[in-house]
């Protein structure tokens, strides 16, 4: 195998994660879409060693909140 099959074997693989993490994003947003600020402040706060919800998961919250006008030090005051 040359250089260029390995390079776009290697291109193949990581389109195929991103593709696949943009997907896992775009189904939180919809699972979250109509949740209330508590809950989306729930989730934020929620242990990272809880299984409840994955770091995306809070991501996904997070930024939420801030498109509601939350900024990081309301969403750090404002633990549910």
């Not at 994003?25 to 699972?31: M, Q």
């Not at 989306?40 to 991501?59: C, G, M, N, P, R």
């Amino acid at each position: 195998m040359g250089f260029w099959d390995k390079a776009w074997d290697i291109t193949k693989k990581v389109a195929a994660e991103v593709t696949d993490q943009a997907q896992e994003t775009n189904e939180n947003y919809k699972k979250l879409k109509g949740a209330s600020d508590k809950v989306l402040l729930e989730i934020v706060h929620t242990s990272s060693l809880s299984a409840k919800y994955d770091q995306k998961a809070k991501t996904v919250a997070r930024s939420m909140l801030k498109a509601r006008g939350y900024d990081d030090e309301k969403i750090r005051q404002n633990k549910a």
